[in-house]
């Protein structure tokens, strides 16, 4: 997320000589980057990148506690002022804020409102307090400027409270107008689905359930918890009474229901990152001083804090030969010191480690001694390690031969004058259904964008028929398509990706399709087999079994015409899907090189009576003898079936011995 922070603000928590520019710089070296410095009338104006996971930064607060850390390290004197985790103005030197804190003068008998919260993984923790003030005027002129030059809009003295609070902590702050909540009565629970709600903007949300909200005693919805107010709740010109809460919120429910309903306000934001419970308190006392400061307030009410499951700081132990290690150089004790207490951590050093305590604000993002060395060296300043290559080589690599038979497939099949298409790996129901498959065979994601990209699919041919589909018309037969690309099956942990390459054929005979595949399996070198497949979930029944060395690697058929009809095909459609996976493992890598004859080798027409397939026959003739160059089949008649061979000998072959080994082939191949 993106913050505006005025420098003057930023000045109320840091205390340095450096000026605005150099803040700048030395924040962008170590620390939340400052993306652009820009003059106002009045003010300079930083542009700050907060990363999501340091959300302690994302306010006038955070960056200058970072600030007070970063520019010691650059010859700046620097120190964090006005700590609202410590008050010393107000408690003893060193004391953490605690209910009981509250001055004496604030306690009242009453509570402000009942307060019921029916799910407490909703909200960690909730303050509130009453007040009585003068009706809102317009805020003060300094105010004013700090939040038009947040790009926040002041309204008047009560409402930019909330929102100067937000800009000074990064921690959102409510105001409600009292005298609006029905029945002096709060319920804090999870909406549900249908209810509707009109927030702050005018806009009637019709909520989808889960959605954290707060109904009063009426059962109206009045706040749209973490995100935005209610109409019903919202202060007015005439608003005398008020009740100011602070709270942290569960992260997921607001992000959901701020994306669904597209209300990212600034609040949204922060509350889906996880805020820190104790910096609540401090907040909700320094709301109460500037309304007794700007709206002549007075405490109307007891405190209410609901706070069932404070959170301890965390310890992470630091070996100093670990730093040492990672950072590439020996750090002092000091400088860690130096850099680690002004980001709020405490660090109890020993002869050789560190205990270093852990901030609440930075329990979400530290938990092992990496994380500490990552602050240390950060803060340190990345530039000022050493930069020396390492020594050691770098292991060698091997490419995996299926990336460059994939690449070997393609060519072939382009070459083949089939068309290559992509698909998308997701697919609807609607298709899934076409390849014969349930969907609870499937993969199914648990959040998609859209009811057509709902499952992985298992198969190429639906998506293959598809895109078949679309182009009828759009050009003139043949329509040949290939894809190659992963499917994705069930397993016991992560889904098993499988490369597979599938290709459709529509007007073209299968005779020819079948000539295209013997042309592709014959450029790979193999030698399949075809065995009837029996049912199959795409094909018709005389779809075939495609075997290489024993394995089937996949199939080839006519697609149901069925299935072609629900896709508006009308003609028949002719497909094969082998796996490209398995048949990678089975191509020959020591190919042996053939010489061209020399001359031209003698041809010889033979008929061979057999009820054995021709792709058999082939396979026979073509490792018979050694003087066999090749064998090309010519047609069949019933059992006979006639080839024509190339012999050849880089010595020469006489008429005899061609006579003889024709007759050989006539008397055993049959």
């Known amino acids: 997320m993106d913050i505006k922070l005025p420098d003057s603000l930023l000045r109320q928590y840091l205390d340095t000589p450096a000026t605005p520019r150099e803040v700048a710089d030395c924040l962008s070296l170590c620390g939340p980057t400052v993306d652009r410095l820009h003059q106002t009338k009045t003010d300079s104006v930083y542009d700050i990148e907060i990363i999501t996971n340091r959300v302690d930064s994302a306010s006038a607060l955070g960056v200058a506690r970072e600030a007070a850390a970063i520019l010691p390290q650059f010859g700046f004197t620097a120190r964090l002022k006005n700590d609202p985790y410590i008050q010393p103005d107000q408690f003893p030197p060193g004391r953490r804020v605690a209910a009981g804190d509250i001055p004496s003068r604030w306690k009242h008998d009453s509570p402000p409102v009942q307060v019921q919260i029916l799910d407490h993984s909703l909200v960690s923790r909730f303050v509130c307090i009453s007040l009585s003030v003068s009706p809102p005027t317009p805020s003060p002129q300094e105010t004013q400027g700090w939040l038009t030059d947040s790009g926040i809009r002041p309204l008047n003295s009560i409402v930019d409270i909330s929102n100067e609070l937000t800009l000074r902590y990064g921690q959102p702050v409510h105001i409600f107008d009292l005298d609006k909540i029905s029945g002096q009565k709060m319920i804090l629970r999870a909406s549900k689905r249908g209810e509707k709600l009109t927030t702050l903007d005018g806009v009637t949300n019709t909520l989808k359930g889960g959605d954290i909200v707060i109904e009063d005693g009426a059962g109206r919805l009045i706040d749209l918890c973490g995100i935005m107010g209610g109409q019903l709740s919202e202060v007015s010109d005439h608003t005398t009474h008020v009740l100011l809460f602070v709270m942290t919120y569960a992260a997921a429910p607001i992000r959901r229901s701020s994306l669904y309903l597209q209300k990212r306000t600034l609040a949204a934001q922060l509350f889906e990152k996880q805020l820190d419970e104790r910096l609540v308190l401090p907040t909700l006392i320094h709301g109460i001083k500037l309304f007794q400061d700007r709206c002549s307030g007075s405490v109307s009410s007891s405190l209410i804090d609901i706070y069932p499951a404070p959170e301890d700081p965390t310890t992470v132990h630091l070996p100093l030969s670990l730093l040492e290690k990672v950072a590439g150089v020996n750090i002092p004790v000091h400088k860690i010191d130096s850099i680690l207490t002004p980001l709020g951590f405490k660090v109890h050093s020993s002869s050789d480690s560190l205990k270093i305590t852990v901030p609440t604000f930075r329990r979400f993002d530290i938990s092992m001694p990496e994380d500490i060395i990552e602050e240390i060296t950060r803060v340190y300043g990345y530039f000022r390690l050493p930069s020396v290559l390492p020594t050691s080589s770098l292991p060698s690599t091997s490419t995996s031969p299926l990336l460059n038979d994939e690449v070997n497939i393609k060519h072939l099949l382009t070459s083949l004058q089939f068309t290559e298409v992509y698909n998308h790996s997701l697919v609807s129901s609607q298709l899934v259904a076409l390849s014969g498959h349930k969907t609870t065979d499937l993969i199914s994601l648990s959040n998609p964008l859209s009811e057509e990209y709902q499952y992985l699919r298992a198969s190429l041919i639906p998506s293959l028929l598809q895109s078949l589909s679309v182009n009828l018309g759009k050009s003139e037969p043949p329509l ?164 024509r061979i190339q012999l050849y000998r880089p010595s020469g072959i006489a008429k005899k011995e061609i006579d003889s080994l024709l007759a050989q082939i006539a008397s055993k191949i049959n």
């Open 480 to 643: 040949q398509l290939f894809e190659l690309a992963n499917i994705y099956l069930p397993a016991e942990k992560l889904p098993q990706e499988i490369s597979t390459t599938a290709v459709v054929s529509l007007g073209v005979d299968y005779l020819h399709f079948k000539g295209l595949l013997d042309v592709f399996f014959e450029r790979l070198h193999l030698h399949p087999t075809f065995s009837p497949a029996g049912p199959h979930h795409t094909f018709t029944a005389t779809s075939l079994k495609v075997s290489v060395s024993g394995q089937v690697v996949g199939y080839l058929g006519q697609i149901k015409p069925e299935t072609c009809l629900k896709l508006s095909i009308n003609q028949p459609v002719l497909a094969m899907e082998v796996n490209s996976a398995l048949l990678s493992t089975l191509l020959p890598r020591n190919l042996t090189f053939k010489p061209i004859p020399l001359s031209t080798p003698p041809v010889r027409d033979i008929t061979i009576s057999s009820k054995k397939p021709v792709s058999d026959l082939l396979d026979q003739l073509n490792s018979f003898d050694p003087a066999i160059y090749e064998v090309v089949y010519l047609y069949s008649h019933q059992d006979k079936h006639t080839f």
